[in-house]
C-alpha cells in the first residue's frame, strides 16, 4: 500500500491561520493557549468539544468569541431540566390560513452551536442533540434538514455541580472528540484580566479574522500531512490498550486491580488519528510525530475510558490510567 509523501512545511498555512485565530480570540480571553488551540483542531476535522471547568472560567465567553473570529453563525442553548427537543432542533408551525405545516428550524441550524450547561437536559433532548452531532441533520416531521458546513457542538459543564444533572450517555461522550479540562488563569493574566475589564463600561470587541470557506480549504491541508505506517500502529496500540485493561481475564497492575470497566472505541483510533494530524498542521510540521499523538490522547481518551468501582476506591483517576497507557505503550523510533 502505497503512502502520501510528507509536503513541504512551507506549503502548510495552518501556524499563520492559527495565530491569527488566537490573537483575536486573546482579545476576549487572557491565557487557555492549548485549549484554543484545541478549538482549533476541533475546527480542522469537525469534532464536537466537550468543555468541563469550575463556573467563571469563560467557557462561555470562549465559544462566542470563537464563533465571532470565525466569522461563523453562531447560536447558544442554555440547557435546562425544562428544556424540549423542539427548543433545540425545531418544529413544526401550523398556518390556519391554508391548513399546512411550516419547518420552524431551531437554534442548532448554526456553524457553531454553544450547548451551556449540556448535562441539565433528560434523554429526550439529548437524543435530538445526538441525531445533529453524528448524523449532521435533523429530522423534523419525517423530514430530513440538513444542518450548515461547517457544523461544531461545542458543550460545557462544570464539574462540582451535580444536583439537577443528568449524567451524559456514553454513546454521547463518545460523540466528542474532545473533553477539554479548563483550569483556573495565572496571577499574570488574572491581573491582566482586572486591568482590561475591571471598568464597567468596556467589554471584549472580537472582530472576524477567518470564515467558513477558508476553513474548509484548511480541512484539505491537513489531509495532506504524511501519518507514517509506524505512528498508525503506535496511536492503534494506545487504544486497544485502554481495551486490554478493561478485559476481565487481564490483571490491570501488579495489585490485582481491573482498572478499566471498558476501553476506547474505534472513534477514538480515528479521533486520535485526526486530531495529530491537525495539530501537526497548526504547527507548520508536514507529518506527525509521537509527542504529537501523546499531546493529544488525553483530550480524546478521558471520556472514552470507564474506571472501575474498585479503580475509583483506589483513587485512580482517568489521567493517571492514560498517563501508565502512554507509558506502557513502546514509542517508534
Known amino acids: ?68 473570529a470565525m466569522g461563523l453563525d453562531f447560536e447558544r442553548i442554555q440547557f435546562t431540566p425544562d428544556l424540549l427537543p423542539s427548543d433545540v432542533v425545531g418544529t413544526l408551525v401550523y398556518s390556519p390560513h391554508d391548513g399546512s405545516f411550516t419547518p ?31 448524523e449532521r441533520q435533523v429530522t423534523i416531521g419525517g423530514t430530513r434538514h440538513p444542518l450548515p458546513d461547517p457544523f461544531l457542538v461545542l458543550a460545557t459543564q462544570n464539574p462540582v455541580e451535580h444536583e439537577g444533572t443528568y449524567p451524559l450517555p456514553e454513546a454521547q ?12 488563569p495565572s496571577d499574570t493574566d488574572e491581573l491582566e484580566m482586572l486591568r482590561r475589564w475591571g471598568s464597567a463600561t468596556r467589554s471584549p470587541s472580537v472582530e472576524a479574522t477567518s470564515n467558513g ?25 494506545l487504544v486497544r490498550r485502554t481495551r486490554d485493561l478493561a478485559a476481565p481475564a487481564l490483571v490491570g497492575s501488579t495489585s490485582g486491580l481491573r482498572q478499566l ?30 509527542a504529537l499523538v501523546q499531546e493529544v490522547a488525553h483530550d480524546v481518551l478521558r471520556h472514552r475510558v470507564g474506571l472501575t468501582y474498585e479503580a475509583e476506591a483506589a483513587g485512580l483517576s482517568a489521567e493517571t490510567v492514560i498517563a501508565q497507557v502512554l507509558a506502557d505503550v513502546p514509542v517508534p523510533g
Open 1 to 68: 500500500m502505497s503512502h502520501p509523501q510528507p509536503a513541504s512545511s512551507a506549503t502548510l498555512p495552518g501556524p499563520a491561520w492559527a495565530a491569527r485565530l488566537s490573537a483575536e480570540v486573546g482579545k476576549a480571553v487572557l491565557g487557555q493557549t492549548q485549549v484554543i488551540e484545541r478549538l482549533q483542531i476541533a475546527l480542522l476535522v469537525g469534532g464536537h468539544v466537550l468543555l468541563e471547568g469550575m463556573p467563571g472560567l469563560a467557557k462561555t465567553l470562549l465559544v462566542k468569541s470563537l464563533g465571532q
Open 104 to 134: 420552524h428550524l431551531g437554534p442548532v441550524f448554526a456553524n457553531i452551536v454553544l450547548a451551556d450547561e449540556i448535562n441539565r437536559s433528560p434523554a429526550k433532548v439529548q437524543s435530538a442533540l445526538l441525531e445533529a452531532m453524528q
Open 173 to 184: 461522550t463518545d460523540r466528542f472528540l474532545f473533553k477539554v479540562l479548563l483550569d483556573y
Open 213 to 237: 470557506p477558508e476553513l474548509l480549504a484548511l480541512r484539505q491541508g491537513v489531509d495532506e500531512v504524511f501519518v507514517a505506517p509506524e505512528i498508525e500502529a503506535y496511536l492503534l496500540a
Open 261 to 290: 470497566a471498558f476501553g476506547a472505541s474505534p472513534r477514538a483510533t480515528l479521533a486520535l488519528y485526526q486530531s495529530s494530524r491537525a495539530l501537526a498542521f497548526i504547527r507548520g510540521l508536514a507529518q506527525v510525530t509521537p
